[in-house]
């Protein structure tokens, strides 16, 4: 397979979502590049704007085994992982398997539960394995989260640690549709108040597992030249050296945007890695893995703001 092949194979899947999808193509962009890159996707955005129906079509148009966990702030780390039960008949203990055991889990609201729940995925986004009662469990090589938040509640929501929205390799922000969305939602949708099926909109899979891991070994080829790898490490150091960030991206964050970066030239077709590709992803790559600084609070800036400024102001190679 090579990068043409890979670019037919994101056209075919953008077609399946749009079936059900109206919009948001730049969000199924962001989970195509994650998909192909290997990492995960933190989707914030207000209620009704169809992060868990996205996610639900794209499973299925990827034919990746779906797995959904709606967090809760009683959820315990073994209902998301599972547990080791004493069977009487056999006088042996067994895996009952949690949620997690799939190729694409949906953390439905994540920001809901608790911190040690919320640390049971940390070794599942970084080694793709879980461990219980200190046996190690596989989670396959296509491993993928796609999380959810809303932005809008406040009460009873955990903000996620550091080290755990540093494994997400974007986080996306969605807003409402615009107008003309809107009308053709109504028109596909108005029919009934339940949520659609994605079977019913006619989307099928349109990725064997050969494929896609063909198009993952695909992208890591692309080429990455030594002027783009130095455009990305001055975009990462750019943040720790604002004084207006207290604390900057991590090198996992330069690794990580190298990676989207290929898979984003791999989506347009190319073998090779254009600034233009890093400049296109680098907000969602690094808008999560920043602190913003007290002076910065006060003065009302946001981070997708001083983020914007480091893109314009670092210098890219011609």
């Known amino acids: ?130 461990t219980i009662d200190g046996k190690g469990f596989s989670l396959g090589e296509r491993f993928m989260v796609i999380a959810t938040q809303n932005p809008i509640e406040q009460q009873g929501t955990y903000p996620l640690p550091e080290a755990q929205l540093d494994r997400f390799l974007f986080k996306h922000n969605l807003d409402y549709p615009n107008r003309d969305e809107e009308i053709a939602i109504v028109t596909r949708h108005g029919a009934k108040t339940g949520s659609p099926s994605s079977k019913d909109m006619g989307i099928t899979s349109v990725v064997t597992a050969k494929h896609l891991n063909e198009a993952v070994n695909c992208t890591r080829q692309v080429r990455l030249t030594e002027d783009v790898i130095l455009y990305v490490v001055d975009l990462i150091r750019a943040t720790r050296e604002n004084p207006l960030f207290e604390t900057g991206a991590s090198p996992r964050a330069a690794a990580m945007l190298a990676a989207a970066a290929r898979a984003c030239a791999a989506l347009e077709g190319r073998d090779f890695v254009i600034p233009d590709d890093v400049k296109s992803i680098a907000l969602p790559a690094l808008r999560h893995r920043v602190i913003l600084s007290p002076v910065a609070e006060i003065e009302g800036r946001s981070a997708d703001e001083l983020i914007r400024d480091i893109i314009e102001q670092t210098e890219a190679p011609r």
């Open 1 to 130: 397979m090579n990068v043409t092949d890979v670019q037919s194979l994101a056209v075919l899947i953008r077609k399946q979502v749009a079936k059900a999808i109206i919009g948001q193509h730049d969000t199924i962009d962001l989970m195509l590049i994650s998909l192909f890159a290997g990492g995960h996707i933190l989707l914030e955005g207000p209620p009704g704007t169809a992060k868990t129906f996205l996610a639900q079509c794209f499973a299925d148009a990827t034919k990746l085994k779906f797995g959904r966990i709606q967090f809760t702030p009683d959820l315990m780390p073994g209902d998301l992982l599972g547990t080791n039960l004493f069977n009487f008949q056999t006088n042996e203990f067994s895996l009952i398997k949690g949620p997690i055991f799939c190729d694409l889990l949906l953390a439905d609201e994540i920001n809901r539960t608790p911190p040690k729940t919320q640390a049971a995925l940390l070794e599942a986004m970084q080694e793709r394995q879980i």
